[in-house]
């Protein structure tokens, strides 16, 4: 049975993989007309970065990515799929790609609520008690998951029948991962009440506002915990403490700031929240290797 599932299941990747490199032929990065759902292609392996992964579901249909979230590493690929359940800061990197087989990928934003819904729709069991665990995982791909994707890509083909039929299937690819082995994972996040829901609800709204002043006793009673349930909770599922956490978004922010606005370092690191120049230096150097204007230099040249 094995066997006859890998095959099909090689038959289902090879659509999806010519799927996605037709809609990508014109660019790296592709917004499709469905909701939350993006497509990319790359034709060489990159250069670590950072960047934010929201909640969502990444599938490699070609090539494959390296995701570093503090001192964990995560690797997807075709036979993988990677789940993130709140948003984190990482460093991210294409390993696997080439002008013949470049890397072709796709990410599905996923909706808390809606998965909390679709719990509750589907008498879905509770999660069993458990410690905050990290925020991503990486998960075996399955065949019904990977033809629910396929549908929906065959949805950009006829855009008349993606306002009805697209929730449906988007519904069909949040049970799949509810009841696939990061399941629990998922359910703990969107179970109203429990560590984990209150822990991505505390990092929804430092995302929101990572330039205020940083208060772990606040933080802690927006979560109902004490400061040091409160700071293990939070490091568990993001390998990271609030401080850092908050310090990662500000440097990020910054960088773009400098690099899309044209902000100079002292502006940019005043919007984002330090007080001292100098201490922004040092910490943009330290997160991204060189300091501010040298950085934005090189990344200015390696664009052009």
């Not at 490699?60 to 359940?85: E, N, P, W």
């Not at 080439?98 to 909390?116: A, F, H, N, Q, V």
């Not at 990290?134 to 075996?140: H, I, L």
């Not at 065949?143 to 006829?158: K, N």
Request: charged share 20%.
């Amino acid at each position: 049975m094995q066997n006859i599932e890998n095959v099909e299941n090689g038959g289902v990747l090879d659509g999806l993989r010519e799927s996605i490199a037709r809609l990508t032929e014109t660019g790296e990065l592709h917004t499709t007309a469905i909701q939350g759902l993006a497509l990319f292609r790359r034709t060489e392996p990159t250069e670590p970065i950072t960047g934010v992964y929201e909640p969502s579901v990444c599938l490699v249909a070609q090539g494959a990515k390296r995701v570093m979230l503090g001192d964990d590493t995560f690797v997807y690929d075709a036979h993988h799929y990677l789940i993130t359940s709140v948003h984190l800061p990482t460093v991210v990197q294409i390993i696997e790609a080439s002008p013949e087989k470049p890397y072709l990928g796709l990410r599905l934003m996923l909706d808390l609520r809606e998965i909390s819904q679709l719990m509750v729709d589907s008498n879905l069991p509770q999660p069993r008690v458990q410690q905050s665990s990290r925020g991503m995982a990486t998960g075996e791909i399955t065949l019904p998951l990977l033809t629910a994707f396929q549908r929906l890509i065959d949805l950009l083909e006829s855009q008349q029948d993606i306002p009805i039929l697209a929730p449906i299937i988007q519904r069909e690819i949040t049970y799949r991962l509810l009841v696939g082995d990061q399941g629990e994972r998922l359910r703990q996040i969107a179970s109203a009440g429990s560590q984990s829901h209150q822990i991505a609800r505390v990092i929804d709204w430092l995302k929101n506002n990572f330039t205020q002043p940083l208060s772990i006793d606040e933080l802690a009673a927006q979560a109902s915990m004490s400061s040091s349930t409160f700071h293990h909770h939070f490091r568990s599922m993001t390998a990271l403490s609030p401080l850092q956490y908050q310090k990662q978004l500000r440097l990020q922010e910054a960088r773009r700031l400098m690099l899309a606005e044209r902000l100079d370092a002292a502006n940019a690191a005043f919007q984002v929240g330090y007080e001292s120049p100098s201490q922004f230096s040092r910490e943009y150097n330290r997160m991204f290797g060189a300091p501010p204007l040298r950085d934005i230099t090189n990344l200015r040249q390696r664009a052009s």
